[in-house]
C-alpha cells in the first residue's frame, strides 16, 4: 500500500530514536507539562502549545515575534492567539478585533501600532500578564504540528505503529490530507489537459 504524505511523515517519526522525538515533534520536550490550576494565559499557552516549561518575558517574545522583526503587529497578536486558526472560525470579527485591542492597548506604550521588544518586556516585568479571553490555548502552528502536539504526542507515543493510529482525531487528519492529495492530483490533472476552465473569469466562459 502506498502511504500518503502525512501517514508516511508520521511512520518516519516513529523510526526516530527516542532522544530525537522532542526535537522533531515540538519546540520543547516530548512528555506533556503540568499545569497549574492558577496559571495564566502565557504560562498554559507554552505549556500546551510549546511544551515549554520555563520561560521568561524575552523568550515569550522572541518565539512569537514570527516575522524576526522585534516588533509585534496587530496579525501577530491575532496569530499568537489563535484567532487565525479554523479553530477560532466561530468567533466574530468583533470579538477578535477587541482582542488585539486590549492587547495591544496594554503593551503598545508609545502608540506606534506595534509593541516592542522593550515595551512587551518592561510592562510584563511590571505584572502585565496576557489576558486571558477564555478562547483556548492559542493555535497559531500548521496542521502536522498541531495534530503532533495535541493528539500523537499525548495518546500514542514511541512505540506507536500505523494500526494503532485508529482515533477519530487520527482519521480526521488523515482523511484531509488524503482530501488535499486528491485535489492536487485533480488540479494537476486539469493543468495537464490545458486551460483549467476555474481560472478563466465567468464573462469569459462558454454558456
Request: glycine share 8%; proline share 5%; hydrophobic share 35%.
Given at each position: 500500500m502506498i502511504m500518503r504524505p502525512c501517514l508516511q511523515r508520521v511512520s518516519a517519526l516513529l523510526l526516530l530514536p527516542a532522544t530525537l522525538l522532542p526535537g522533531a515533534l515540538a519546540h520543547g520536550g516530548h512528555e506533556q507539562i503540568p499545569i497549574p490550576a492558577d496559571a495564566d494565559w502565557a504560562t498554559r499557552h507554552m505549556a500546551e502549545e510549546h511544551h515549554i516549561s520555563a520561560f521568561d518575558a524575552g523568550v515569550f517574545f522572541t518565539l512569537h515575534d514570527f516575522d524576526s522583526t522585534g516588533n509585534w503587529s496587530p496579525d501577530d497578536v491575532r496569530r499568537i492567539y489563535?484567532?487565525?486558526?479554523?479553530?477560532?472560525?466561530?468567533?466574530?470579527?468583533?470579538?477578535?478585533?477587541?482582542?488585539?485591542?486590549?492587547?495591544?492597548?496594554?503593551?503598545?506604550?508609545?502608540?506606534?501600532?506595534?509593541?516592542?521588544?522593550?515595551?512587551?518586556?518592561?510592562?510584563?516585568?511590571?505584572?502585565?500578564?496576557?489576558?486571558?479571553?477564555?478562547?483556548?490555548?492559542?493555535?497559531?502552528?500548521?496542521?502536522?504540528?498541531?495534530?503532533?502536539?495535541?493528539?500523537?504526542?499525548?495518546?500514542?507515543?514511541?512505540?506507536?505503529?500505523?494500526?494503532?493510529?485508529i482515533h477519530p482525531e487520527d482519521i480526521a487528519h488523515f482523511a484531509k490530507h488524503d482530501r488535499e492529495e486528491d485535489e492536487r492530483d485533480e488540479w494537476e490533472a486539469k493543468e495537464k489537459a490545458g486551460i483549467v476552465e476555474a481560472n478563466i473569469p465567468a464573462k469569459f466562459r462558454r454558456t
Amino acid at each position: 500500500m502506498i502511504m500518503r504524505p502525512c501517514l508516511q511523515r508520521v511512520s518516519a517519526l516513529l523510526l526516530l530514536p527516542a532522544t530525537l522525538l522532542p526535537g522533531a515533534l515540538a519546540h520543547g520536550g516530548h512528555e506533556q507539562i503540568p499545569i497549574p490550576a492558577d496559571a495564566d494565559w502565557a504560562t498554559r499557552h507554552m505549556a500546551e502549545e510549546h511544551h515549554i516549561s520555563a520561560f521568561d518575558a524575552g523568550v515569550f517574545f522572541t518565539l512569537h515575534d514570527f516575522d524576526s522583526t522585534g516588533n509585534w503587529s496587530p496579525d501577530d497578536v491575532r496569530r499568537i492567539y489563535g484567532l487565525m486558526d479554523e479553530s477560532t472560525a466561530s468567533i466574530s470579527e468583533d470579538r477578535k478585533a477587541f482582542v488585539v485591542k486590549t492587547v495591544m492597548d496594554l503593551y503598545d506604550t508609545d502608540k506606534s501600532g506595534g509593541i516592542s521588544f522593550a515595551e512587551f518586556t518592561i510592562a510584563y516585568a511590571k505584572g502585565s500578564v496576557l489576558p486571558d479571553f477564555g478562547m483556548g490555548p492559542g493555535h497559531h502552528g500548521d496542521d502536522e504540528y498541531e495534530y503532533e502536539i495535541h493528539h500523537f504526542e499525548k495518546y500514542h507515543g514511541d512505540d506507536a505503529k500505523e494500526e494503532d493510529l485508529i482515533h477519530p482525531e487520527d482519521i480526521a487528519h488523515f482523511a484531509k490530507h488524503d482530501r488535499e492529495e486528491d485535489e492536487r492530483d485533480e488540479w494537476e490533472a486539469k493543468e495537464k489537459a490545458g486551460i483549467v476552465e476555474a481560472n478563466i473569469p465567468a464573462k469569459f466562459r462558454r454558456t
